[in-house]
Structure formats: C-alpha cells, structure tokens
C-alpha cells in the first residue's frame, strides 16, 4: 500500500511547512507588537490578585486623587485604586472578547458550513436568517437583549455574541462554495463519503485560517462592543471593575483627574489594538491573497 | 435592471419582515417584564393586569404579532410604553437630529479619510504613510465615548472654542421645525446666528461619531490604492506621460472605487450604532439615544420601531451600494 510511503513523508513535511508559517509571522512587525500587547493584558489578567491591591476596595478619604506612589494610576470617585480597578478589569473584558468570539464563532461557522455543503434549500434558509441578523444595528440589538435579559457578564456576552456570528456564517459559506469544486473534495465524493463527514473532516479544516483570521479581530472588536454597552449601563454593572463602566463611571473626574477615566480607556484601546494588529498581520501572511 | 431592481426591493420587505419576526421572538423570550419596568416594582397585581391590558400585552402572542403586522401595513408602529406616544411620531421627531449628524459625520470621515488614504498610498513606507497607518490604527481602536469626553474636556472645557452637548445654545430658539435638521431650518428661515451656532455644535459629535469610520477608510483606501497602482496599465499610463495628479484621480482611483465603496456602505449601517454611543454623551436629540432610553426601559415596541427604521435603512443602503457597483464599474451590470 502507498500508505508506508504517506505516513512517512507526510508528518514532515507539515512540520517545515507550519514552521515556515510561524518564522513568516514573527518576522511580521505587526503580529509581534500585537502578541507583545496581548500577553501584556493576559499576564495583567492572570496575576491581577497579586500585582495589585483589592479593586472593591473603597477610601472616601482619598477619592478622585491623581497618580501618586501609593496609587500609581490614581484613584476614582469612591477612592477605589485605578491601577487595581484596570488590572481585574482585565480579566473581564479578555474573558468577554474569547467568550463572544467562541460562541459567535461555533455557531456561525456551524450555520456557515451547514449552508454550503447541504444544498441549495437549506443555505438559502439559512443564508436569509443571517442577511435578517446583518441587517440589525449591531449595538442597538445588543443593547436590546441585554437590557431585557437583564445586566450581567453572561448576558453581555450572550447579547454581543447574537449580533457577531453572522459575519463567520457568510465567510465559512464563501469559502466552502469554492472548496466545494475542488478535487479533494471530488474525490472524497467518489470515494462515498457522507455529507457530513465532507462537511467537517475535509472543508472546515481547509476554512480555519480564515475563521482565526476574523476571529482575531473580533476578540478586539467584542471587547470594544462590550465595553460600549457597560457604557450606557446596560452590560457589567457596577461596583464590578469593567473598563467600559468605569469610563462612565470617572467621567465628570476628567478635569481634576483624567487619568483616573483615561486609564481604563487605554487599556481598552491597548487591548483592541493587540488584537487588530495580530489579526492584519494573519491575513499578511497566512491568507495568499494578501501575499505581496 | 428593473427586474433585478424589482427582486433587490422585496428582499429588503422581506428582511423587514423578518427583523420583526426576530425582535418579536426576541421579546418574548426575555425574562424582563415592561409591566414591571413601567410600574415599578412597588406595583399592585391588578395594576400590572391593567397595564397589560390597556396594551394589549395579555393575548396570546400570535394574536399580538398579527396585532402588530397588521398595524404596521397601515403605517402604524404601535405606541411606545415610555413616552406614550405614537412610535412614528417618535421617530419622525429624533430621526433628523440623528440624520443632520450622520451625514455631517460621513461628510467628516470621507473628507479626511479618502486624502489620508491616498496620500499614504502615495508615500508608503515613508513617513506620511507610517502615521496616517498609526492614526488609523488608533482609530480603529479607541472607544470613541472617551474620545468624546476627551474632546469635550480639551475643546469645550479648557479652551472654550466649541459649545457643549446639546444642539443649540440654551438662549437660542429652534428654528421653525420644517426638516427637523436644526442647522438646515436655520437656513430656510435665514437665520444666521443660529445657523452658526447649530454647525458649531455639530463639530465635536461629528468628529467623534466619523473617527472610526474615517479610520477604516484611510486604511481601505490606502490598500485598494496600492493593489491597483501596481497594475501594468498605470505603468502604460505613467510610461505615456500623464500627469500624476490625473493619474490617480482618473487611472488609480476610479478603479480603487469598488473596495471603497464596499467599506462605505459597510460604516453607513454602522452609524447608528455609532449614534448610540455619541447621542447619549452629546445629549443629543437622536434615534441612538431614543433607543438607550427605550432598551433601558424595556420599551418593546419603541425598540422595535428602531430595529425596523434600522433594518430598512441597512437594507436599502446595501442596495444602493450595489448599484453604485456598477456605476463605478462599467462591467458589472445587472440586465
């Protein structure tokens, strides 16, 4: 059998191929900046306990103060550490980005890859139900949902993943309908493969790159939505350190002390910056369209 | 054309439909109770049956979304629980403050991120590509509810040179109300100081409602720029002698339209929820901020004449891009 000879040469070849792709991407300015930036805010995430003091705890004696030694990011209205407030904050919001992606991710790629390789009734179905969920304005649907399902973490999440998986579901479609015609798949086909086993043992591992692509953005992009809805006080609410709430919360402290609104700002900014960053530099060298 | 025109249009009544269907199904499955929002959470059992009654909140839901279709064919979008008012009415009396604001805040973001994006192609990898690619970045990056309160604090607060939230000075009268949009009533009524006043007060939600967008276009512009002046008929053309400016107005840009025109129609459905964010800080008389009133009070039907205004907008937006596709492409035609 021709097997001996696949297993053989196969393994390394992947190997070479995959470490090509990770030199190409670390020789890419931006996904190094935006790795440096992502495992900033994750170790700021994992160790906030330890690097920095309780983020509940209040002190009316030192509200509103600007960065001194004892509070290097100062201190907000209620005389709560700003540096403490951002660092647990962070655990929020990362957990937000990956639990919005993750959702909105499995099920439109889920509905994006049932439409493609089902036949033509069952993607019209399916593609007309995401052309309703993409005409929705995003924040106004979102704001909806978790205003009515009430304001917590979960909710925010479930409310900003409603509005993010249409996007994956057109983009898995897309790319299923060109795979579709292609001879592996022809001969999977030939071969008498189910549907289903096509579906998701040999399209959907040949549509990853473009999901992680995508997904990469969104993490930013579900951080900044999230963010936004604590905000206008229907996400996180507080005395709970999110980033969002905490703007809203120090906004009339922006004259006597704008770090203390302008720190969790940037820590968003930051965040959502990491990630776009990582993901134009995917597309740069992961996605052989963008390939100069 | 007129077929394909034809078969564009019921597909958006049909996305119509179905954002109703969604939103109903939506408010259904939602724990919150209006009755109890409305009311308070002090009120009697028989007030909150009254209060479901008087709005019909207590037929079985398919009764209440027929109910609802029904209405909505004669143009009425029911009443809003918060205000008490006719829902049209409501959205006729905010949709042109949020309109006056989109379009000043496109007009911003296409004035300043076309020539961005041009100008960095031109440079690239020079300096002025390297911070117009900065500031896009950071632009697509900043929360823009801190941006605004940033610039409120620099521009208004300590430097006095723009007004605050609102869309006039307190002394000032509005206008008589002829398009809604304070700025172009001013005009009508050849009014001036107003009419200054009213653009002064524009500047800083445009700005902050366009910042993103300005951002995405730089950067779209940018790349579709560069794709298109590596093609061998810029060369012929630069080889022939055109002037550079011709050559990207004309040769460059026109070809460059196609992924422009995409993310633009992509940031105008975008804007709403943009308004969102800006209407609620600028204290702005808008859609955005009628909609943060009516989710924060589970005011259903008000939130669903929003979504649908929205989905119709979205969907006819769409549309025009589409056929703006095949102006700026010769090629693309829909017989």
């Known amino acids: 059998m021709d097997n001996t000879l696949d297993t053989a040469t196969q393994p390394r070849k992947v190997q070479s191929e995959r470490a090509r792709a990770i030199s190409r991407l670390l020789h890419n300015s931006g996904v190094v900046i935006g790795l440096i930036l992502i495992s900033i805010i994750v170790l700021v995430a994992l160790f906030a306990p330890l690097i920095s003091s309780d983020p509940l705890l209040q002190d009316l004696n030192i509200k509103g103060q600007n960065p001194s030694s004892a509070h290097f990011l100062g201190t907000d209205q209620l005389g709560r550490d700003v ?14 980005g990956l639990a919005v992606t993750g959702l909105s991710l499995t099920v439109g790629s889920t509905i994006g890859l049932i439409a493609g390789s089902f036949g033509r009734s069952i993607d019209n179905i399916l593609m007309r139900l995401t052309d309703i969920f993409l005409a929705f304005p995003s924040l106004i649907l979102a704001m909806a949902i978790a205003a009515a399902l009430g304001s917590s973490i979960q909710n925010t999440i479930l409310a900003v993943a409603v509005v993010s998986w249409p996007s994956y579901a057109r983009l898995v479609r897309a790319q299923v309908l060109a795979l579709r015609e292609r001879e592996f798949v022809e001969a999977a086909v030939a071969l008498g493969s189910s549907r289903s086993r096509i579906a998701f043992k040999h399209l959907l591992p040949n549509v990853l790159t473009p999901i992680l692509i995508q997904a990469s953005f969104d993490i930013g992009q579900a951080i900044l939505t999230a963010a936004g809805l604590s905000f206008i006080g229907v996400g996180v609410q507080p005395p709970t350190p999110e980033w969002g709430s905490m703007v809203a919360e120090t906004r009339n402290l922006i004259s006597s002390a704008p770090w203390t609104s302008s720190a969790p700002a940037l820590a968003i900014l930051f965040t959502v910056l990491g990630f776009n960053l990582l993901g134009d530099g995917l597309r740069d060298v992961l996605d052989p369209r963008g390939r100069k | 054309m007129w077929i394909y025109l034809l078969k564009r249009l019921g597909f958006v009544v049909f996305v119509v439909w179905g954002v109703t269907l969604a939103t109903f199904f939506i408010a259904q499955v939602v724990p919150g109770d209006p009755a109890v929002v409305a009311l308070g959470d002090n009120a009697k059992e028989e007030q909150i049956l009254a209060w479901r009654e008087l709005h019909g909140l207590n037929k079985p839901v398919i009764v209440q979304y027929g109910i609802y279709l029904k209405n909505l064919l004669s143009g009425d979008l029911g009443t809003s629980l918060r205000t008490g008012r ?13 309109l006056e604001l989109s379009m000043v805040a496109v007009l911003f973001s296409v004035l300043f991120g076309i020539p961005a994006g041009i100008f960095a ?23 823009i509810y801190w941006l605004a309160i940033l610039l409120l604090e620099l521009l208004n607060n300590r430097l006095g040179w723009l007004p605050g939230p ?37 500047i800083l939600p445009a700005i902050v409602l366009g910042a993103f967008n300005a951002a995405l276009l730089a950067r779209m512009t940018r790349s579709a720029l560069l794709e298109v002046l590596n093609q061998d008929y810029i060369r012929t053309a630069k080889a022939k002698g055109v002037r550079s400016s011709a050559l990207i107005l004309r040769h460059a840009l026109r070809n460059a339209a196609i992924p422009i025109l995409t993310v633009m129609g992509g940031l105008l ?29 589970l005011d259903f039907p008000a939130i669903m004449g929003v979504t649908l205004l929205a989905g119709l907008l979205t969907s006819l937006i769409n549309l025009g891009v589409d056929l703006l596709y095949a102006v700026a492409d010769p090629r693309i035609s829909y017989g």
């Open chain 2, 121 to 143: 192609a031109l440079f690239k990898n020079r300096w002025p590509d390297l911070l117009v690619r900065l500031l896009a970045l950071i632009g697509g990056a900043t929360p």
């Open chain 2, 166 to 202: 609102g869309r006039l000075d307190a002394y000032l009268i509005n206008p008589p109300n002829i398009t809604g949009m304070v700025g172009i009533d001013a005009l009508l009524a050849r009014d001036s100081e107003v009419f200054w006043d009213s653009v002064k007060h524009l």
């Open chain 2, 86 to 98: 006719s829902i049209v009415a409501d959205l006729k009396d905010f949709f042109p403050g949020t």
């Open chain 2, 269 to 297: 459905g975008g804007l709403l929820s943009g308004a969102v964010l800006t209407e609620t800080i600028f204290s702005w008389p808008g859609i955005g901020r009628y909609a943060t009133q009516a989710a924060t009070s």
């Open chain 1, 83 to 96: 540096w403490a407030r951002v660092a647990h904050g962070a655990r929020i919001s990362l957990w937000v």
